[in-house]
Antibody, heavy 119, light 113 residues
Framework: QVQLQESGPGLVKPSGTLSLTCSVSGGSVDSYYWSWIREPAGEGLEWIGR???????NYNPSLESRVTMSVDTSKNQVSLNLTSATTADTAVYYC?????????????WGQGALVTVSS | DFVMTQTPLSLSVTPGQPASISCKSG???????????LYWYLQKPGQPPQLLIYEVSKRFSGVPDRFSGSGSGTDFTLKISRVEAEDVGVYYC??????????FGQGTRLEIK
């Protein structure tokens, strides 16, 4: 059974960098797309972007200037960095496994990590 | 942008009764490869979303057959033939025809009467 676990600081200062890691167990990061999705409290889901195991990326244009994703196949992990954080970035952040280059969808999700941006 | 609009935003349903959720996109979700990449997820309380329906009408592994999806172009519907208590949560439609970005509807909250 594939399992995803998000980890990282739960508190980030405004203007700081939000950094999260998704550790994959029970399967490999190879040959899959790995997305980050966030959910602000009381709001809906927002796709941040995705990275393929080769390192190629697609980002949400609304966040592209602040987002960087990376993959470490040796550690079976993917990572998210979001710079210049503001209170609007406070949310639960999920990593999810994607299956397809075109028409991607998510079959496995992590439990989510709450990140609060506050001084 | 590829806005997804769900209606209603909330539903209160008696167990055993049907339920229906609409999802409309700003542009056709028919991909150049001939497929339509419209998906439905259910987020149960305290859990991440789980996939129910893929490519408009195909049930994901383990999803009960009381869930069905239909539609084409810009108009899509998720139907639950007989609502059960375990169906409570927030339902989201999602498009990935026009990625990036992948976009979700606002969500429809289903509660049991």
């Amino acid at each position: 059974q594939v399992q995803l676990q998000e980890s990282g600081p739960g508190l980030v200062k405004p203007s700081g960098t939000l950094s999260l890691t998704c550790s994959v167990s029970g399967g490999s990061v190879d040959s899959y797309y790995w997305s980050w999705i966030r959910e602000p409290a009381g709001e809906g889901l927002e796709w941040i972007g995705r990275i393929y195991s080769s390192g190629s990326t697609n980002y949400n244009p609304s966040l592209e200037s602040r987002v960087t994703m990376s993959v470490d196949t040796s550690k079976n992990q993917v990572s998210l960095n979001l710079t210049s954080a503001t209170t609007a970035d406070t949310a639960v952040y999920y990593c999810a496994r994607g299956r397809k280059r075109s028409g991607d969808y998510f079959d496995y999700w992590g439990q989510g990590a709450l990140v609060t941006v506050s001084s | 942008d590829f806005v997804m609009t769900q209606t209603p935003l909330s539903l209160s349903v008696t167990p055993g009764q049907p339920a229906s959720i609409s999802c409309k996109s700003g542009q056709s979700l028919l991909h150049s490869d001939g497929k339509t990449y419209l998906y439905w997820y259910l987020q149960k309380p305290g859990q991440p979303p789980q996939l129910l329906i893929y490519e408009v009408s195909k049930r994901f592994s383990g999803v009960p057959d009381r869930f069905s999806g239909s539609g084409s172009g810009t108009d899509f519907t998720l139907k639950i033939s007989r609502v059960e208590a375990e169906d409570v949560g927030v339902y989201y439609c999602m498009q990935s025809t026009h990625l990036p970005p992948i976009t979700f509807g606002q969500g429809t909250r289903l509660e049991i009467k």
